[in-house]
């Protein structure tokens, strides 16, 4: 009789042969993608078949379908917008978690995936500098932790008005209203309107030249009203410049006139991991809550963010359910009593085991290496002829532009310059950098987030793009 390993060894083996193939040509391969749209509907369709096929070729070919579609966004020299890569022992658990293919909603479901989101939860807290009596909640990501801190923050400041949002709905509520900078990533609007607050309560506030909100900005709205539930979004680390609010100045004048503070802190919540760095985040501990991302700063793989709610009980408050059928046990924590989602996946294990590996240490020398080498890329490149610094990092995120060499170029030629260059670059293969409109003008934005990026990746890159702008000069 075939035991279950049996059953799975076949797909097992060729996955693992696919995962060693492709980890081994990562830091060869080109970083963007290789294959057309075309191209890679072509490899992929197939019949849909009536009896199905060997798992072993199923894997197989799934591997060789994918190729020239894939990203490196794990490897050393992938610099497009702000994605980490994974650290083998986030690898490792990741992995397991699909062999163990557990449901995480109840302690009951899972309990020792239970017990590693709880111990990753206060790590978590420790490490980011986050109040120990925070609630949290492992999520998909950031996008999901603004709709998860939201939620709490919607509740909160409703039940102060004594109205039960989570009874009679948002029909008939006293109107929230949302301040904050245009710096704001696109995920929290959809949260404002996933959660029915709706977009046109958000309402823009002006930056300075570092882009961070204006305390007298602040503190005029605030004034001038109208008075009612309030919600301060800041943000640690904008994904342009890493453009980080001054949380001592602002979150004290926000909770003055009785506001919700939430921050957005993707990945800059993370710089406070590292002493070089934390002056970026005083005060930020005294927010109402917080998300960030695993897979981003963190390098676990995707799909893994983070909610933190100062005031617990508006976070469960918003979220919990009982039914009949529910089995709780003891002080035990249950996943749904945090979290949107009902089954979900044992997303504990790959942060604590990341956490493990790396330690407090190893978490602050990612944040160093990416904000050394981001530092290095944009003066870098920014040197060379044809180029412009435009950013100079202070944390992981630079700004640099490319310049049209022809006499009379005008600022819209310069933007034409840049995104070709920008091309140019993903079309080398060496490495991958998106584009950006910052203060209304095209630039590149270098953000390195990945912990394999080397300073070998980075001389590689810098001399990449000096061997493309002198193209065509000579
Ligand atoms: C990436 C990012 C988000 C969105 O996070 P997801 O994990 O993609 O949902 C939000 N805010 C900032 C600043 C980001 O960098």
Request: aromatic share 8%; hydrophobic share 45%; proline share 4%.
């Amino acid at each position: 009789m075939p035991n279950s390993l049996d059953r799975f060894r076949p797909a097992l083996n060729a996955a693992i042969q696919a995962a060693q193939t492709y980890l081994e040509n990562l830091d060869e391969a080109p970083v963007g993608a290789t294959a057309d749209l075309a191209t890679l509907r072509k490899q992929l369709r197939k019949d849909l078949t009536d009896d199905g096929l060997a798992p072993e070729q199923v894997i197989s070919e799934l591997a060789r379908d994918v190729q020239g579609g894939l990203i490196a966004t794990g490897g050393g020299r992938f610099y497009g917008w702000v994605i980490g890569g994974a650290v083998p022992a986030a690898l490792g658990a990741d992995i397991l978690t699909s062999v163990w293919d557990q449901n995480c909603a109840l302690y009951a479901t899972s309990p020792a995936a239970a017990v590693a989101e709880e111990i990753a939860g206060d790590w978590l807290k420790e490490i980011l500098g986050l109040p120990k009596r925070a609630s949290f909640a492992l999520v998909t990501g950031c996008q999901m932790a603004h709709t998860t801190c939201l939620a709490a923050a919607r509740h909160a400041l409703l039940a102060k008005m004594n109205w039960d949002v989570e009874e009679r709905g948002l029909f008939g509520a006293p109107p929230i209203r949302i301040l904050t900078s245009a710096m704001r990533h696109g995920t929290f609007e959809r949260a404002i309107q996933y959660l029915g607050i709706g977009k046109a309560a958000v309402q823009y506030l002006d930056a300075d030249d570092r882009d961070c909100l204006r305390a007298d900005a602040l503190e005029r709205a605030l004034q001038i009203g109208p008075a009612g539930p309030t919600i301060v979004l800041l943000q640690a680390g904008d994904v342009n410049i890493g453009a980080m609010d001054d949380f001592k100045t602002l979150i004290p004048i926000a909770k003055r006139h009785g506001a919700w503070v939430h921050v957005d802190g993707a990945f800059g919540l993370w710089a406070g991991a590292n002493a070089r760095y934390k002056h970026f985040l005083a005060g930020v501990e005294s927010a109402d809550s917080w998300a960030t991302d695993g897979h981003k700063w963190l390098n676990v793989p995707f799909d893994c963010g983070y909610a933190f709610v100062a005031n617990a009980e508006s976070h469960r408050a918003s979220m919990s359910h009982r039914a009949s059928y529910m089995i709780h046990v003891g002080d035990a924590r249950d996943e749904l009593d945090w979290t949107l989602e009902w089954s979900r996946r044992a997303r504990g294990f790959p942060t604590y085991a990341a956490l493990r590996q790396l330690g407090r240490h190893g978490v602050a020398d990612i944040v160093a290496r990416c904000c050394e080498h981001a530092h290095t890329i944009v003066t870098g490149i920014g040197k060379l002829a044809g180029a412009e610094l435009v950013w100079e990092p202070t944390i992981n995120q630079g700004l640099v532009r490319f310049l049209d060499p022809k006499p009379g170029a005008t600022d819209k030629d310069h933007d034409r310059r840049t995104d070709e260059v920008i091309a140019a670059i993903t079309a080398s293969g060496v490495a991958f950098f998106g584009g950006t409109t910052w203060r209304g003008k095209r630039a590149m934005r270098v953000s390195v987030s990945c912990w394999q990026t080397s300073a070998e990746d980075v001389a590689k890159t810098v001399s990449a793009v000096e061997r493309i702008l002198s193209e065509g000069r000579d």
